[in-house]
């Protein structure tokens, strides 16, 4: 199956229908019913692939409507005992690029994910969003609804950016910070690589130039027929994103970051900024662990699924037996 996958989540620059296809000025929205159909047609087949949710819920917070899906561990004393891992998705996808980390993770805790408010998926957004205190806010109150003990809070690409920040603001709610190739969290990605962002995003480019800006900012050369990497291209195509863009933490910022901290950068095609971040996260989060994965592109996250949970659970359950 293609992973390009997240070749979309970087797109960082630039519930009906009639709220999500040419909304509110300053909010995020589909361009055109037809993108919007195309874009959830293949969201829809992304989810078939993945395990059945054990709930599906749509929470209200100041800046929209929420769409959540949480997947029980199937064992009660796992789901009551130990804190549930929150993953954040990447730019123009949506939860289904999580598929092969849910399959690997939902053996031993309860597993929430959502889509991003102001951006591809199935979440509406009613209000503006325009720091990232305000990206904050609305995870905070999300959380709050569905995990108000706290969480392992996920992000990856622009939300790992996204999670920092909540991290940051909200402390009291984030048991561990996994960051998985995050962009503008510790430096900022290679101009040459911003070109092509730029080049995906455009409107009404020729599908082969869409296809190769893809392959590009993702590190794989065709989109091919998987309904995921067609759902993020056609979120990257359709969805008129309008998203406060995230700077490289300070020295101060890194500071509030207090709760334990995972890194994953990739080894190849890094858009996290590869090994200048890798550093730069040791200088600043001195206590973090940071792990370059010599093999994965900035599709870390589904290229080494099974590794990655082999990494991440270890870590938690060192976090929640030091409690």
Do not use: C
Request: net charge negative; aromatic share 6%.
């Amino acid at each position: 199956m293609a992973r390009l996958l997240v070749v979309g989540l970087a797109l960082v620059g630039v519930v009906s229908i009639g709220r999500t296809v040419m909304g509110p000025a300053d909010v995020g929205h589909f361009r055109t019913v037809e993108g919007r159909e195309e874009y959830i047609g293949y969201y829809q087949r992304a989810m078939g692939s993945m395990p059945a949710p054990s709930s599906v819920q749509d929470i209200p917070t100041d800046f929209g409507t929420v769409r959540v899906y949480i997947w029980d561990a199937g064992n009660a004393a796992a789901d009551r005992d130990s804190y549930p891992i929150v993953l954040l998705p990447g730019r123009s996808s949506g939860v289904p690029m999580w598929s092969a980390n849910v399959s690997a993770l939902i053996h031993s805790r309860q597993v929430i994910a959502f889509d991003a408010l102001g951006d591809a998926g199935l979440s509406v957004q009613s209000a503006p969003l325009t720091s990232m205190g305000d990206q904050a806010a609305w995870i905070d109150q999300v959380v709050t609804a569905v995990a108000p003990r706290g969480v392992h809070l996920v992000g990856h690409s622009f939300s790992g950016a996204t999670a920092t920040a909540y991290a940051r603001l909200h402390p009291q709610r984030v048991r561990s910070l996994t960051l998985l190739e995050p962009v503008f969290t510790f430096a900022y990605p290679p101009v040459a690589k911003l070109g092509w962002v730029t080049i995906a995003a455009l409107p009404g480019l020729p599908e082969s130039l869409r296809n190769k800006a893809l392959g590009r900012i993702g590190g794989e050369d065709s989109v091919g027929s998987d309904p995921m990497a067609l759902m993020i291209k056609a979120g990257s195509e359709h969805f008129d994103a309008n998203l406060p863009t995230p700077s490289p933490l300070t020295k101060e910022e890194a500071e509030s970051l207090t709760m334990p901290v995972y890194v994953a950068i990739a080894g190849k095609e890094s858009l996290a900024g590869g090994r200048d971040a890798a550093e730069r996260a040791e200088e600043l989060l001195p206590g973090a662990r940071v792990q370059t994965w010599k093999d994965a592109t900035h599709s870390l996250p589904m290229q080494e699924a099974e590794p990655l949970a082999q990494v991440l659970e270890p870590f938690w359950h060192q976090v929640e037996s030091a409690r």
